[in-house]
């Protein structure tokens, strides 16, 4: 059985050497199919299927602060949270980290360096189940004071800062001019929150951490065993009813909303990956197609030499048995070259995501993708090989070595299943090309919306300033003056702008407001906007135009004087039958300061380009522990780094510069999610257009080179060229908008599942259903035309000679 069997796999690659055009062609079209659809496999399985790096991940639960009865999801009160913590009966540990990452600037030894830094509680890694690779984690005492100043280091940055050094455990460090204690590195791979370097504790006796009204905290819990999110839920809801009870000025309507921790992050991508599944799927499925095309092609062709051989004394089961092999080995050829191409695919997904597949999550492909792979391409060999297989084992063995076999090759139901597989092809490619418009035409629509800024030659970079500077209005203000006078000055510079949180960059921070002179409003329905603290050069670095008024001087930002500019959209919605210049508002929880409105400016998009402009409020301060630069230049932006990066040296040879980008690259990186598909779906929508017009070209080729005969009679009978064209390119054509008007009605009812990844484009957008009917109608006429052009050359003596 073994001697036959490797016989059979001998003779089967004797065939394929033989054949280099059909056998290049087939295996690539699978390896095409198979090692798109093992890449994308293998990041859903990362993403969405793997389970998440922490033990018994399915128990950990998000939760947001959430006014009741609202669609909004915001952070929760320090001292909300310390109660919840107390009187919940549902989880095992309740933790919370910062809204934000804060800015630890390390120095003391090296360069200084920028760490993105987050605060957490004491229980947080505990909570998470994760254990540390060195030393130790926080514990609940780490927040009272007295717990000591302590840190642990994130697994990357303990190897690229102190090279991998075990004695790190107890040594100090310097952060913002402090000292620290490093308790622990935490293991490879650890990454959560995203971007974190370092972990800090809260200390929950700082004045910031004794309130209900400001909301910044982030919790994270572990359910009790046995209990589900709807009664967890339901013990925070009691919670926050007794709260509300105790506490009416700062809780009214507030309470937290529970999801599971995995649907919190991957709950953006998962769209999107399921969209990325299924297109991969329909290539898969054209590749599939074609590969059964080309071997019914290639059965027919071989029907006279299959005659011979069972003339000869071959088996019918010897022979269904060949074929089948023949088959599967290009199956297996195809899915071999997949895998490589899958890795390779991996590495290409993952740099196009930037960061909209989560750090948690690590594609790779493991043994559930290779097991996949293997089964799919035994599965696939079957498949292709069954149908030709049986179809070359119901050779008429008379009529096959007559020269009319050429007409039983012919047959009608042999021809209707290629045809059929043309038409099915043609139709998923027109879904597929459809698809990939929809998100292209949006994300045209995208790119072509208005940020309210100019990006161009803009340099941007972080500066998070020590301890000391931060606690200190005077040395903060005396720093940034001096810088701005240093930038201002150099070659190049048209102006030096500075802001808190960058448009695009995804910093938020927004302040509650009323308007003095207006009735006390609920705390809870107060307005809102984004609140904003720049320099007097910053509209002017940005080209943000002052619609009203005017603009704020260097001695109003000098002094942090309480005037402020409005965004339109503020002006709008708030002084909508009012002049709001000379108006005060009363911003923040607490503060009774009122600040005059003296300008009002153009809106820009902060949240993102699809988001719309929200009402936002700049007030003139160099009282700030943070700042965006923005810099203006007179040409290219990135040539200015060297230049800005040596001004803050010079007045402080230990504070870092971070997140050097031109506001081209910020604004590139806000559009990397809807970039992310458009390319990918996109390109698989190109491979399906390539895949079935090979499929059309092929079928009319065969079809071409079956009806040589009958071509030569027609010729050698009058017809004429435009007659032979008509003739070939009318079959062709007939399967092309049968295959396009079915693919159009699919897509009708397939493309509505996009409509939330779509951006001001209808789902059924007419333009791009028309243009695609008409690309894939003008890529099967040139399908068809080719071998129509080819068939028209024959000499009508040869044709009529032909075997």
């Given at each position: 059985m073994l001697e036959t069997l490797l016989q059979d796999v001998r003779f089967g690659l004797r065939m394929l050497r033989r054949n280099p055009g059909f056998s290049l062609i087939a295996i690539l079209t699978l390896a095409l199919g198979i090692g798109a659809n093992t890449a994308i496999f293998s990041v859903v399985n990362a993403v969405l299927l793997r389970p998440l790096p922490f033990a018994e991940p399915e128990q950990l639960v998000w939760a947001w602060g959430n006014i009741r009865d609202r669609a909004n999801r915001a952070s929760v009160a320090p001292l909300d949270y310390v109660d919840y913590r107390a009187q919940t009966t549902t989880f095992e540990q309740l933790a919370a980290m910062g809204t934000v990452s804060n800015a630890s600037n390390l120095t003391g030894s090296g360069e200084p360096e920028r760490l993105e830094t987050r605060l957490v509680t004491g229980n947080f890694f505990q909570t998470l189940g994760v254990n540390p690779a060195l030393g130790r984690t926080f514990q609940l005492e780490n927040e009272k004071p007295g717990g000591g100043q302590v840190v642990v280091l994130s697994n990357g940055l303990w190897q690229r800062r102190f090279g991998g050094d075990a004695a790190i455990i107890g040594r100090t460090i310097i952060l913002?001019?402090?000292?620290?204690?490093?308790?622990?590195?935490?293991?490879?791979?650890?990454?959560?929150?995203?971007?974190?370097?370092?972990?800090?504790?809260?200390?929950?006796?700082?004045?910031?951490?004794?309130?209900?009204?400001?909301?910044?905290?982030?919790?994270?819990?572990?359910?009790?065993?046995?209990?589900?999110?709807?009664?967890?839920?339901?013990?925070?809801?009691?919670?926050?009813?007794?709260?509300?009870?105790?506490?009416?000025?700062?809780?009214?309507?507030?309470?937290?909303?529970?999801?599971?921790?995995?649907?919190?992050?991957?709950?953006?991508?998962?769209?999107?990956?399921?969209?990325?599944?299924?297109?991969?799927?329909?290539?898969?499925?054209?590749?599939?197609?074609?590969?059964?095309?080309?071997?019914?092609?290639?059965?027919?062709?071989?029907?006279?030499?299959?005659?011979?051989?069972?003339?000869?004394?071959?088996?019918?089961?010897?022979?269904?048995?060949?074929?089948?092999?023949?088959?599967?080995?290009?199956?297996?050829?195809?899915?071999?070259?997949?895998?490589?191409?899958?890795?390779?695919?991996?590495?290409?997904?993952?740099?196009?995501?930037?960061?909209?597949?989560?750090?948690?999550?690590?594609p790779e492909i493991d043994r559930v993708v290779l097991a996949f792979t293997v089964l799919l391409s035994l599965v696939t060999g079957v498949t292709f090989g069954l149908v030709p297989a049986l179809q070359a084992t119901q050779v008429h063995l008379s009529e096959s070595l007559k020269n009319e076999g050429r007409s039983a090759g012919q047959s009608a139901g042999r021809n209707r299943t290629r045809n059929s597989l043309v038409v099915l092809e043609t139709a998923i490619a027109v879904v597929l090309l459809i698809g990939s418009g929809l998100l292209l035409r949006s994300f045209i629509r995208l790119l072509n919306v208005a940020p309210g800024f100019d990006a161009a030659n803009v340099l941007t970079m972080r500066l998070d300033l020590s301890a000391e500077r931060r606690e200190s209005p005077e040395k903060s203000t005396a720093f940034f003056s001096q810088l701005h006078e240093r930038l201002a000055a150099l070659p190049g510079v048209e102006a030096a702008g500075m802001i808190t949180e960058l448009p695009l960059s995804g910093q938020p921070n927004d302040t509650p407001f009323t308007v003095e002179g207006r009735p006390a409003a609920d705390p809870n329905q107060r307005f809102g906007a984004d609140f904003r603290r720049v320099n007097e050069d910053y509209l002017r670095a940005m080209r943000i135009p002052i619609l009203r008024g005017r603009g704020f001087t260097a001695r109003e930002t000098g002094q942090s004087e309480n005037v402020i500019l409005i965004?339109?959209?503020?002006?709008?919605?708030?002084?909508?039958?009012?002049?709001?210049?000379?108006?005060?508002?009363?911003?923040?929880l607490n503060t009774q300061t009122p600040f005059e409105i003296i300008g009002i400016t153009g809106d820009i998009r902060h949240r993102g380009l699809d988001a719309a402009p929200a009402a936002t409020i700049y007030i003139p301060t160099l009282a700030i522990g943070r700042t965006n630069l923005t810099i203006r230049a007179a040409s290219n932006p990135m040539n200015l780094a060297a230049a800005v990066r040596r001004e803050v040296q010079a007045l402080d040879r230990d504070q870092p510069v971070a997140a050097v980008r031109s506001m081209e690259q910020v604004l590139g990186e806000s559009i990397?999610?809807?970039?992310?598909?458009?390319?990918?779906?996109?390109?698989?929508?190109?491979?399906?257009?390539?895949?079935?017009?090979?499929?059309?070209?092929?079928?009319?080729?065969?079809?071409?080179?079956?009806?040589?005969?009958?071509?030569?009679?027609?010729?050698?009978?009058?017809?004429?060229?435009?007659?032979?064209?008509?003739?070939?390119?009318?079959?062709?054509?007939?399967?092309?908008?049968?295959?396009?008007?079915?693919?159009?009605?699919?897509?009708?009812?397939?493309?509505?599942?996009?409509?939330?990844?779509?951006?001001?484009?209808?789902?059924?957008?007419?333009?791009?259903?028309?243009?695609?009917?008409?690309l894939l109608v003008l890529v099967a006429l040139l399908a068809c035309w080719i071998p129509a052009r080819r068939a028209t050359k024959l000499d009508p003596l040869r044709a009529l000679r032909h075997d």
């Open positions: 913002n001019g402090l000292k620290y204690d490093v308790l622990g590195v935490m293991p490879p791979g650890f990454n959560f929150p995203q971007g974190t370097e370092l972990w800090a504790p809260m200390n929950f006796d700082l004045p910031e951490m004794k309130q209900r009204r400001a909301h910044f905290l982030r919790p994270v819990g572990r359910l009790k065993s046995g209990v589900t999110l709807a009664q967890a839920q339901s013990d925070m809801d009691n919670i926050a009813q007794r709260l509300e009870v105790q506490y009416p000025d700062t809780n009214r309507n507030w309470k937290l909303l529970l999801v599971s921790l995995r649907e919190q992050l991957v709950g953006n991508i998962r769209p999107t990956l399921q969209l990325l599944v299924a297109a991969v799927g329909f290539v898969l499925l054209i590749a599939c197609v074609n590969v059964a095309n080309l071997l019914l092609v290639r059965a027919t062709a071989r029907r006279k030499e299959l005659a011979v051989r069972m003339s000869l004394g071959a088996g019918r089961r010897h022979v269904f048995r060949q074929m089948l092999t023949e088959s599967v080995l290009l199956s297996v050829i195809g899915s071999t070259l997949g895998v490589f191409l899958a890795g390779w695919g991996i590495k290409l997904i993952v740099a196009f995501s930037g960061n909209n597949i989560s750090a948690t999550a690590q965004s339109d959209a503020l002006a709008q919605s708030v002084f909508p039958n009012e002049e709001p210049l000379g108006k005060r508002l009363l911003m923040g990397s999610a809807q970039r992310f598909r458009t390319w990918l779906v996109g390109l698989f929508a190109l491979v399906a257009l390539l895949l079935a017009a090979v499929g059309i070209y092929g079928v009319m080729s065969y079809s071409v080179a079956q009806r040589t005969n009958e071509f030569g009679i027609r010729m050698a009978l009058g017809a004429q060229v435009n007659d032979v064209l008509r003739l070939v390119i009318r079959h062709g054509m007939y399967l092309a908008v049968a295959g396009v008007t079915i693919g159009l009605v699919a897509a009708i009812a397939l493309t509505r599942a996009m409509r939330n990844l779509l951006f001001q484009v209808s789902a059924t957008d007419p333009l791009t259903f028309i243009s695609i009917g008409a």
